[in-house]
């Protein structure tokens, strides 16, 4: 299989006017991968940070993430939105499990839970992913920074992160042990 088809998502995909109505009545699930550079150790050297434009026409900071397609399992999942974000030379190194690090709620109200996302009630499995290849995302994201686990929790690099990212981020280098 060639990356195109790994990547190809019309099989499960739903129209816009299906993803609305079903948006409206079921929560979604979502895979959420927070990309790092590690020394020989496993310690984190680098965070993974995309720029993007939003919806709304902001520009925030946010780790890769998308949802499950149905009959998908977590690994493709995790697989097509890190090839898809960072390149098909990125080459993340997925978990040996599927138990994730942490599990986001995102809900339309910001102050439901710290986590939001005004279109829906979504579930997000969150995983630390080491990425050991060249990393070209694609046009769609501005820009792509590697900064050290310290710049990545500086209150100027969280005020760039949106949706509940920062807390994320902040989670992950917890689960590392390596809170800055």
Same mark, same amino acid.
């Given at each position: 299989?060639?990356?195109n088809?790994?990547?190809?998502?019309s099989? *499960?995909?739903?129209?816009e006017?299906g993803l609305e109505?079903?948006? *409206?009545?079921?929560?979604?699930?979502?895979?959420e991968?927070?990309?790092? @550079?590690?020394?020989?150790?496993g310690?984190?050297?680098?965070?993974g940070?995309?720029?993007? /434009?939003?919806a709304?026409g &902001?520009?925030?900071? /946010?780790?890769?993430s998308g949802r499950?397609?149905y009959?998908?399992p977590?690994?493709? /999942?995790?697989? @097509?939105?890190?090839?898809?974000?960072?390149?098909p030379d990125s080459?993340?190194?997925?978990p040996?499990?599927v138990?994730?690090f942490?599990?986001?709620e995102?809900?339309? +109200?910001?102050?439901e839970?710290?986590?939001h996302?005004?279109?829906q009630?979504?579930?997000a499995?969150?995983?630390?992913?080491?990425?050991? *290849?060249?990393c070209?995302?694609? +046009?769609?994201?501005?820009?792509? #920074?590697?900064?050290t686990?310290?710049? /990545?929790?500086s209150?100027?690099?969280?005020?760039?992160? &949106?949706s509940?990212h920062g807390?994320?981020? @902040?989670?992950a280098?917890?689960f #590392? *042990?390596?809170?800055?």
């Amino acid at each position: 299989m060639s990356v195109n088809d790994a990547l190809e998502t019309s099989p *499960g995909w739903l129209s816009e006017e299906g993803l609305e109505q079903v948006r *409206g009545q079921v929560p979604m699930v979502y895979v959420e991968a927070v990309p790092v @550079r590690v020394d020989h150790l496993g310690r984190i050297d680098r965070v993974g940070l995309l720029l993007r /434009a939003q919806a709304d026409g &902001s520009v925030s900071r /946010a780790v890769v993430s998308g949802r499950v397609l149905y009959n998908e399992p977590l690994r493709d /999942a995790l697989w @097509r939105h890190l090839s898809k974000d960072l390149g098909p030379d990125s080459s993340p190194q997925l978990p040996a499990g599927v138990a994730p690090f942490t599990v986001a709620e995102y809900f339309p +109200e910001p102050r439901e839970s710290g986590f939001h996302d005004p279109r829906q009630h979504a579930v997000a499995l969150g995983y630390l992913v080491p990425c050991d *290849g060249d990393c070209a995302p694609p +046009e769609n994201v501005l820009d792509l #920074a590697w900064l050290t686990p310290a710049e /990545a929790m500086s209150p100027s690099i969280s005020q760039e992160m &949106s949706s509940g990212h920062g807390r994320l981020v @902040r989670r992950a280098l917890a689960f #590392a *042990g390596q809170l800055p």
